[in-house]
């Protein structure tokens, strides 16, 4: 898949384009994108510019997004430079000069709740409107009676539901982050971890052991502040890689969440974590089997 900045796409008469952020590229945003050979997002995330304050947690940065609808069978993924000058632009603006001039737009696929402009003022009627191309308006998507919408999984990720997640999303939620050190009590109460340290601009799974898949390998990943060692150093993600002894310190590793095992607790001595966490690897190995 082609990967294009605004200013250097060439136009191409006929174009199918997706339009939208697009952040997690969850199971409501496919259906928007599926058919299309191209697809429009934004870099950064809009709100970041027009209300910083509103900024939200993203599910995915802009490489993991471009992975994932290169997944789609999409040809080329254009993305806008979004800033305050871009923002100033009017809706008709928008149509005008990226729509139809910079893209040649043929077909424009939006999701209902899509709008644009300054201001947000353009809606999908002025697309539909609008004779130099065709517009399709797809409704927003439902699973069992809820919204499928990015912050609601940013609200299911946060209570730790990341099995349901995942079913929004249409694929296991990824994090992916540098090894830092791991902590000595992991390697001497027989767990040795690779530790990341959370995003703060990325959205993570509330505090709990999880089931993952560490680079395709099964892991037992805690996330949280290590209750039990009041260490006073902030929330940590922890990963123990089954089976696996290898010094990953400095390398890029790429969590994918399956389940949640069970929620953070303290213990009052240390041989109760470690029984704790021989059950949490053996129902880690079971998931892995499983899925």
């Known amino acids: 898949m082609k990967i294009t900045r605004l200013p ?3 136009p191409r008469p006929g174009r199918s384009v997706a339009v939208g952020t697009f952040d997690g590229v ?9 058919g299309s050979d191209s697809v429009l997002t934004f870099e950064p995330h809009p709100v970041s510019v027009v209300s910083p304050q509103h ?12 992975e994932l609808i290169e997944g789609l069978g999409v040809d080329e993924l254009i993305v ?19 729509l139809v001039g910079a893209l040649g737009a043929g077909e424009v696929a939006i999701g209902e709740n899509f709008r644009f402009g300054h201001r947000a003022q353009g809606s999908p009627d002025l697309l539909m409107a609008d004779a130099r191309f065709s517009t399709v308006v797809h409704p927003l998507l439902e699973v069992d009676g809820e919204v499928v919408s990015s912050s609601h999984i940013r609200g299911l990720l946060l209570a730790g539901e ?39 601009a990325l959205a993570c799974p509330g505090h709990g052991v999880y089931a993952c898949l560490a680079d395709g390998r099964p892991a037992a990943v805690s996330i949280g502040v290590r209750p039990t060692f009041d260490t006073g150093r902030g929330e940590l ?18 969590l994918e969440f399956l389940q949640r095992l069970r929620g953070e607790r303290r213990f009052e001595e240390p041989e109760g974590l470690i029984e704790q966490m021989h059950l949490d690897v053996e129902r880690t190995r079971a998931i892995v089997a499983g899925a």
């Open 8 to 10: 250097d796409v060439q």
């Open 26 to 34: 969850h199971l409501g945003h496919r259906r928007v994108i599926a």
């Open 55 to 66: 900024t939200p947690r993203l599910l995915t940065t802009l490489a993991r997004k471009a």
């Open 237 to 254: 993600i922890e990963a123990y890689i089954l089976d696996f002894d290898g010094d990953l310190y400095g390398s890029q590793l790429r």
């Open 162 to 200: 990341v099995g349901t997640a995942n079913r929004l999303l249409g694929t296991p939620f990824q994090l992916i982050g540098e090894v830092r050190h791991g902590d000595r009590r992991g390697r001497e109460l027989g767990f040795p971890t690779a530790n990341l340290i959370p995003d703060e």
């Open 80 to 98: 806008i430079p979004f800033d305050r000058e871009f923002a100033s632009r009017s809706a008709d603006e928008f149509i005008g000069d990226v």
